[in-house]
């Protein structure tokens, strides 16, 4: 399958290249697979097409001013797997808001994963939406704008 373009603002496609992202990036996808043990891909094909584009991309701003930031801590790192760890709690997510979802990354103490459709959810306790799509949440991530808080978490 081929890899959708992202559409990003300049300057978050300046950020993704400076992080070793280029348009067409296209990696195997079976080690991170194998790695977390995650066996229902064939269930989310936008969630192998991040992953090809985006895996194993570490935008790291541990260093810098430039983090961006969400209603309730600082993100100044957004990892795409390989990256952060599979926690056997993350179902209860999918039972919280009544959908699959599929772990992407991280974006700082936050979990990323994305539903069927595309959108991307962050919890680190509260759930929140990132983006209603890769490219929405690249853009907020990398931009600053805040998530959308949906549930506790509990």
């Known amino acids: 399958m081929p890899i959708a373009p992202i559409i990003c603002s300049p300057h978050v496609v300046e950020v993704l290249q400076r992080y ?20 229902e891909i064939a269930r989310y094909p936008i969630a192998a097409e991040v992953l090809r584009s985006l895996g194993g991309i570490d935008i790291d701003y541990t260093q810098s001013d430039d983090a961006t930031l969400c209603p ?14 599979r926690e056997e709690g993350y179902q209860y997510r999918e039972r919280n808001l009544g959908l699959k979802l599929f772990p992407i990354g991280d974006a700082g103490d936050a979990d990323m994963f994305l539903d069927a459709s595309g959108r991307v959810y962050a919890s680190f306790g509260p759930i929140c939406i990132i983006g209603d799509d890769i490219d929405d949440a690249l853009n907020g991530l990398i931009a600053g704008r805040k998530w959308v808080r949906i549930s506790d978490g509990r």
């Open 20 to 39: 070793g992202w280029f348009p067409d990036r296209s990696i195997e996808i079976q080690a991170i697979l194998a790695e977390w043990q995650l066996r």
């Open 72 to 85: 309730f801590a600082r993100v100044d790192r957004v990892a795409f797997l390989p990256g952060g760890q």
